[in-house]
């Protein structure tokens, strides 16, 4: 069974600190790893998507892969209340659809 | 609007009731994937498939579920026979040609099922 696990929190962080959220992963072929971020009643957002190991930037979000250590991050930088929301982690590979994990919900407090 | 476009946001049906969720993709994206999402539960994959084929139906149920994506107009998931079980968000995501990997999928905005 291809799972991708993550921690589901609340995790709470003060405004302008930096907020860690994880994910693991269970499929080796994955190829591709995405951040959805879903504010409570609403859709998933993309926020970032990272296909090689190391890091990605873009803004405040910093996505980080470890295919050896099957593991994704989502660093974001100076935390904003508006950052509050569930984040998603998935992971796919080319022709499949992508598993989602159960998300990890931020709570940034002011 | 050039997003993905889901009808109704909101949906009540009675049980036995037939349901038919409709999504338009984002203009120039031929894969279309539909999820479902219960309260305080994740996403959890349903139906993936490109025009007039189905390429991968392993998460829908066996019974009173189908889905389709015909060479015009939009994708519909139908649940026949609806039950309270049903009551869920449900979501359409639609993305480009795949290359080597996934490419990134954007979702609609969610039809709300309550089913009375």
């Known amino acids: 069974q291809k799972e991708v696990e993550q921690n589901s929190g609340p995790l709470s962080v003060p405004e302008g600190a930096i907020a860690s959220l994880n994910c693991t992963y269970s499929d080796r072929g994955s190829q591709s790893f995405f951040w959805y971020r879903q504010y409570s009643g609403k859709s998933p957002e993309l926020i970032m998507f990272?296909?090689?190991?190391g890091d990605k930037e873009d803004g405040r979000f910093t996505a980080q892969l470890n295919k050896a250590s099957q593991y994704v991050s989502l660093l974001i930088r100076d935390s904003q209340p508006s950052d509050s929301a569930t984040y998603l982690c998935a992971s796919g590979q080319a022709g499949t659809a992508l598993i989602f994990g159960k998300g990890t919900t931020l709570s940034v407090s002011s | 609007n050039a997003g993905v476009m889901q009808n109704p946001r909101h949906l009540v049906r009675r049980r036995g009731q037939e349901a038919r969720l409709r999504c338009s993709p984002m203009k120039g994206h031929s894969h279309v994937y539909w999820y479902r999402q219960l309260p305080e539960e994740g996403l959890k994959f349903m139906v993936y498939?490109?025009?007039?084929?189905?390429?991968?139906e392993s998460g829908m149920p066996k019974e009173r579920f189908s889905a389709e994506f015909p060479k015009e107009g939009p994708s519909i998931l139908r649940i026949q026979q609806v039950v309270r079980g049903d009551s869920a968000a449900y979501f359409c995501?639609?993305?480009?040609?795949?290359?080597?990997?996934?490419?990134?999928?954007?979702f609609g905005d969610g039809t709300r099922l309550s089913i009375l």
């Open positions: 498939l490109q025009k007039e084929n189905i390429i991968d």
């Open positions: 990272i296909y090689s190991n």
């Open positions: 995501a639609s993305s480009p040609q795949t290359g080597n990997g996934n490419q990134p999928q954007h």
